[in-house]
């Protein structure tokens, strides 16, 4: 090869270096700027997530607003109705305080008076947990609150409502029994023994528990209160 054709070859060999060198620059600088525009949102997402309040809820559960206004509905007590027919709130005596047994127990209910055979009502609904024959209390009535929380006793009852079973669901207001005086009740002064207690779901009908004055309760809740 001539001297000459050498010097065109050199020259075309370096003409394809630089443009090589040069193409790569070009490709590698807008690759970084691709890159640089992927990765910046990731960032910024990122930084925004912990002052967001929406997403701190979504993970977190409810705000302790609404946990709070949960927790109070929950614990609402339901309204109660004289458990006995025909009696007004203006004729209950409270006499939850009173001594029972010569004074070695309180009474801790209220006794409604009424006629003998006079219907006795749910004062709210609820599941019959027992029906029971006890020596102090004769034909009794225990009716457990949906949220198993509360019992209500009915004593001293003539006779049951016909049908009533353990288990039954009962409405508000639906006859359960008829005032009488059986167990230690006076024969000469028929009434219904109605006590308010309150437990812990997982007990039993005969396990201990916090006794309530129905009292102020039903005359806050009786619908013919004079206040």
């Known amino acids: 090869m001539s001297d000459r054709g050498a010097l065109r070859m050199a020259?075309?060999?370096?003409?394809?270096?630089?443009?090589?060198?040069?193409?790569?620059?070009?490709?590698?600088v807008a690759g970084s700027g691709l890159i640089s525009k992927v990765e910046e949102p990731q960032i910024s997402?990122?930084?925004?997530i912990p002052t967001g309040t929406a997403e701190l809820t979504s993970v977190n559960g409810p705000?302790?607003?609404?946990?709070?206004?949960?927790?109070?509905?929950?614990?609402?007590?339901a309204k109660l109705i004289i458990p006995v027919s025909g009696v007004r709130a203006d004729q209950l005596v409270?006499?939850?305080?009173?001594?029972?047994g010569d004074g070695s127990r309180k009474h801790e209910a209220i006794d409604i008076m009424a006629a003998r055979g006079t219907p006795?009502?749910?004062?709210?609904?609820?599941?019959?947990?027992?029906?029971?024959l006890s020596d102090l209390g004769g034909k009794t009535v225990y009716v457990r609150s949906p949220d198993r929380r509360t019992i209500y006793y009915y004593a001293h009852l003539n006779q049951y409502a016909s049908g009533l079973k353990e288990n039954q669901q009962v409405r508000q207001g639906q006859t359960i029994g008829y005032v009488g005086s059986t167990g230690d009740a006076s024969a000469n002064a028929p009434h219904l023994h109605f006590a308010i207690m309150?437990?812990?779901?997982?007990?039993?009908?005969?396990?201990?528990?916090?006794?309530v004055d129905p009292y102020p309760i039903l005359m806050a809740d009786s619908p013919d209160n004079s206040r």
Request: charged share 20%; aromatic share 8%; proline share 3%.
């Open 11 to 28: 020259d075309r060999m370096l003409t394809i270096v630089i443009t090589a060198t040069l193409t790569s620059a070009i490709w590698i």
């Open 45 to 48: 997402q990122t930084e925004e």
């Open 63 to 77: 705000t302790a607003d609404q946990g709070a206004n949960r927790s109070a509905g929950a614990n609402t007590a």
């Open 94 to 100: 409270d006499s939850f305080s009173d001594g029972r």
């Open 120 to 132: 006795v009502f749910a004062a709210t609904s609820g599941t019959v947990e027992k029906l029971f």
């Open 198 to 211: 309150k437990t812990s779901p997982g007990s039993n009908w005969w396990d201990p528990k916090q006794a």
